[in-house]
């Protein structure tokens, strides 16, 4: 279990692309977020399973775009795959 879960079950619940204020994602994570969510874009960094924050997005279909300037994270939806 992750703190990060709730941003992912959250994420789950959507469909199409998302955008949030950083401050709303943190009120959906328990702590909030680090301060260095807020200060470098590579904290948003998809693909890095090894961190739990960039799986919960992976898990709920979504890739990050942030855009800490305006203080705003993007989610879009990743493609699905076919086989």
Request: glycine share 8%; aromatic share 10%.
């Amino acid at each position: 279990m992750s703190k990060y879960d709730a941003l992912r079950d959250h994420l789950r619940r959507r469909s199409g692309e998302v955008t949030y204020r950083l401050d709303d994602i943190a009120d959906l994570i328990p702590g909030g977020l680090p301060p260095s969510a807020y200060r470098h874009p590579a904290w948003w960094a998809n693909g890095d399973r090894s961190h739990p924050h960039s799986q919960s997005w992976a898990d709920a279909g979504y890739t990050a775009h942030p855009d800490l300037g305006r203080a705003v994270v993007r989610f879009v939806p990743e493609p699905r795959r076919s086989y």
